[in-house]
């Protein structure tokens, strides 16, 4: 049982480009989700996280966009550049109670490449 | 370096031995976590502590791991008689609250 989808599972964008990366969610009582990027041989680190009161946050060239209604969330990386090359996943929790464990749910990762 | 560290960050273990793994989360962090990584999948909850209390585990931990955080401060996640399905990198992290900051891992691999 995958909680969180996320697609693609890799992408080739070009430099400068606009890189989008798409999930879904199935379980209704999550309300905080993040997303992290993890290089080769390093753990994942936190890029943005949005909460569900809000349809978008930005922070520099990283965007994400919150539809509730269909439960899905977007990463968009704009003028991408080949040091964004990694593998992003995006992630849900359940804190809004302020009790238990905070645990994430991962997707499965995109593996983004950014060609010059 | 005042991140979460973990050691050793490799590991090659035959079929049948036990090991054992050491986080040491980001000081006063009440919160630490262990996650398992498989190739090609994203982190899979493992276990939780508050301070030294685990209060949450996976069913993903069998009664082959367990997990210590002994005067809520580092963790230890031991393996025994290690699988060959135990091949994974081996996550930490650690949270005040919410945000999780993750270490470098530690990739096991058994023979």
């Known amino acids: 049982q995958q909680q969180v989808k996320q697609s693609p599972q890799s992408l080739i964008v070009q430099k400068g480009g606009i890189s989008i990366i798409n999930c879904a969610y199935e379980n209704t009582a999550f309300d905080y989700f993040p997303w992290y990027q993890q290089f080769p041989g390093k753990g994942p680190a936190l890029l943005i996280a949005i909460r569900p009161d809000v349809s978008e946050k930005k922070e520099g060239r990283f965007t994400i966009s919150f539809n509730k209604s269909a439960k899905q969330f977007s990463l968009h990386i704009m003028d991408s550049q080949p040091g964004d090359s990694a593998t992003y996943f995006c992630a849900a929790s359940m804190v809004g109670s302020g009790a238990g464990s905070y645990q994430l749910t991962f997707g499965k990762g995109t593996k983004l490449s950014v060609i010059p | 370096d005042t991140g979460v560290s973990q050691n050793p960050r490799h590991k090659i273990t035959k079929r049948g031995q036990n090991v054992t793994f050491r986080c040491d989360p980001i000081?006063?962090?009440?919160?630490l976590y262990w996650y398992r990584q498989t190739l090609g999948q994203g982190p899979e909850f493992l276990t939780y502590?508050?301070?030294?209390?685990?209060?949450?585990k996976s069913r993903l931990l069998s009664d082959r791991f367990s997990a210590e955080r002994p005067k809520g401060s580092f963790s230890t996640l031991e393996i025994q008689r290690t699988e060959q399905g135990d091949s994974a990198m081996y996550l930490c992290a650690s949270s005040p609250w919410g945000r999780e900051y993750f270490g470098p891992g530690t990739r096991l691999l058994v023979l």
């Open positions: 502590f508050q301070n030294e209390a685990q209060l949450e």
């Open positions: 000081s006063e962090h009440n919160r």
